[in-house]
Nanobody, 120 residues
Framework: HVQLVESGGGSVQAGGSLRLSCAAS????????MAWFRQAPGKEREGVAG???????YYVDSVLGRFTISRDNTKNTVYLHMNSLKPEDTAMYYC???????????????WGQGTQVTVS
């Protein structure tokens, strides 16, 4: 069973950058779909970016051109590079995994504990 631990959150000024990391444990990881979600206070959790085991990628429209998801299967790690950050990007960011049906955000069933991103 895959376990996920996020890191890299923090506070940054608008226009700045951050890189989030998600370390995954478990031999099943290389075959898993991985994604980043976020949840702002008072709002529902939303999918931000996803990446399949083969490297297919998808993003929510609001982060296109600013965020980049990548994975390094040699390190069992998924990254979210965030550039040109805006105050509306402020949220708790969660790493998520699922074993199949990559390509959409619904259905992720394994979650990390989250890392806070604050943009002022």
């Amino acid at each position: 069973h895959v376990q996920l631990v996020e890191s890299g959150g923090g506070s940054v000024q608008a226009g700045g950058s951050l890189r989030l990391s998600c370390a995954a444990s478990g031999y099943e990881y290389p075959g898993y779909c991985m994604a980043w979600f976020r949840q702002a206070p008072g709002k529902e959790r939303e999918g931000v970016a996803g990446i399949s085991s083969g490297g297919s990628i998808y993003y929510v429209d609001s982060v296109l051109g600013r965020f980049t998801i990548s994975r390094d299967n040699t390190k069992n790690t998924v990254y979210l590079h965030m550039n040109s950050l805006k105050p509306e990007d402020t949220a708790m960011y969660y790493c998520a995994a699922r074993s199949s049906n990559c390509g959409s955000f619904p259905g992720y069933n394994t979650w990390g504990q989250g890392t806070q991103v604050t943009v002022s």
